[in-house]
């Protein structure tokens, strides 16, 4: 994990740069970041944002949440927006608080629900094509967040590294980091919630998918990636149109050789 003190740690940021891929090489630093809404950054970290001196930005939130909460303007940086939500049955799962305070069999429903539809987001996502497209075209340092920068992105930043070539392993590691950056977060809604949850276990899960990531989600993910294309060179040729040549390609791109 490469963190940048100059950020809150409840903002979840930090960049994908430093993983050792199954070539012996690492994702080059200062080209990936992730992290949750440049709105709630302070003065302080939106200067610092500015000083990383990023070519893009991509917003995986939906037109809704822009609206209602835009983030700070960044002159000079390319803004890409375009939700990295999964459009077929997505309406079916109710995110707000009362949604995931659901208990007993309500809340059995809502994680049922929630592990569909993450298994469906790797599939046919517009957002994450775009995502791409402008990875190849080296529109990049980029920074890619959504509201909380741990679900849409998470996911979005898991293909990212699957693609330069890290191990699935330390993909799913990467992927619940967002879980030491909001321990505090959880652990206070656990907290509230222990005596709901000592009757309603199902809670506790809900509890942990409201402010961290799962291990179980993260697993529900690669396996529907694996399970579909037995690979990560095919899943990314039938899903993103981007061949084994331009798989490497993109490697030799944005991995370098330890220690340089």
């Given at each position: 994990m490469i963190k940048d003190t100059r950020f809150r740690d409840k903002l979840n940021f930090r960049q994908l740069g430093g993983y050792v891929?199954?070539?012996g090489k690492s994702v080059k630093e200062n080209v990936f970041y992730r992290s949750g809404a440049p709105f709630r950054m302070n003065e302080s970290e939106i200067e610092a944002l500015k000083q990383l001196g990023l070519c893009a930005i991509m917003d995986l939130r939906s037109n809704?949440?822009?609206i209602q909460r835009p983030d700070p303007e960044f002159p000079n940086i390319l803004m890409i927006k375009h939700?990295?939500?999964?459009?077929?049955?997505?309406e079916e799962i109710n995110f707000s608080s009362e949604g995931m305070n659901r208990i007993g069999e309500g809340g059995r429903e809502q994680l049922a629900l929630l592990k569909n539809y993450y298994a469906r987001m790797p599939f046919n996502n517009q957002a994450f094509r775009i995502l791409f497209e402008h990875i190849q075209k080296g529109d990049v340092p980029i920074l890619i967040h959504c509201a909380s920068g741990k679900d849409r992105?998470?996911?979005?930043?898991?293909?990212?590294?699957l693609a330069l070539g890290v191990?699935?392993?330390?993909v799913l590691e990467d992927y619940l980091l967002t879980n030491v950056y909001q321990r505090d977060a959880i652990q206070k809604k656990l907290e509230e919630d222990k005596d709901i949850i000592l009757a309603h276990p199902e809670r506790e899960e809900l509890d942990r998918m409201?402010?961290?990531v799962t291990e179980e989600i993260g697993n529900i993910v690669l396996d529907a990636i694996f399970n579909e294309y037995g690979s990560v060179e095919t899943y990314f040729e039938k899903e993103f149109n981007i061949n084994r040549n331009e798989l490497?390609?993109?490697?030799s791109l944005y991995t370098c050789l330890l220690y340089t």
């Open positions: 891929t199954t070539e809704e949440e822009i939700s990295g939500a999964v459009s077929e049955g997505g992105t998470g996911v979005a930043c898991m293909l990212i590294l191990d699935r392993e330390i409201t402010f961290g490497q390609r993109l490697r």
